[in-house]
């Protein structure tokens, strides 16, 4: 082999790493655009998820308020109407100081200003139990005594000590009932013992 041949020889080679380092090179850019790319994505994820965790927070600390002030102000409005009821009230012990004061005044006061405080109730779902001469109703009534009466039929309200209340058709107070019971001188099947005989 002559040096022509060895530096041919060598020229080629030289040739072919320097070809295989380019090679590489853009083999790497690649590699590096995409790690870049990658990067970039992985930032802008990071940047996303922080955000909509602030948003969340932001969004909890809002609705945690807004229960609060549900619940401190949700009886503003019940509370803005019976005002008049409140007012009626004072101007009627007001007047009943007055000179010149009567009783039948006093009464006709008392009667707007309880038709006021009903109506009012009633705008919020508030309802009066008053059940004489119903069935007796174990869920909305208190039975407070029974008593025979052969006027009523047994398990009927007699009387209504004290009224009962519903709140949107949910019993707040049990109405307290007197309950009717079979009189004595009747037997199991109903018929008077008296008739009988």
């Given at each position: ?14 040739a ?72 009626s ?73 004290q ?7 949910r ?22 013992i008296?008739?009988?005989?």
């Amino acid at each position: 082999m002559s040096d022509n041949d060895v530096n041919a020889d060598e020229v080629e080679k030289s040739a072919e790493i320097e070809q295989e380092e380019q090679e590489i090179t853009v083999d790497d850019i690649d590699m590096v655009e995409s790690l870049q790319q990658a990067e970039a994505k992985l930032a802008d994820s990071q940047d996303q998820m922080l955000r909509l965790k602030a948003e969340m927070e932001n969004l909890r600390r809002r609705s945690t308020r807004e229960v609060e002030n549900a619940h401190k102000y949700a009886l503003e409005r019940f509370v803005q109407d019976l005002l008049p009821v409140i007012d009626s009230l004072e101007m009627g012990r007001d007047a009943s100081m007055a000179e010149g004061a009567t009783l039948e005044k006093l009464q006709e006061g008392t009667d707007l200003t309880l038709k006021m405080l009903l109506s009012t109730i009633e705008k919020f779902g508030i309802k009066a139990v008053h059940p004489e001469g119903e069935a007796f109703d174990p869920e909305l009534h208190q039975a407070m005594t029974m008593l025979e009466s052969s006027e009523h039929a047994p398990n009927t309200v007699m009387n209504v000590m004290q009224k009962g209340y519903l709140l949107n058709e949910r019993l707040v107070r049990p109405a307290m009932v007197v309950v009717s019971k079979a009189s004595a001188d009747e037997d199991s099947s109903g018929t008077n013992i008296d008739e009988q005989a």
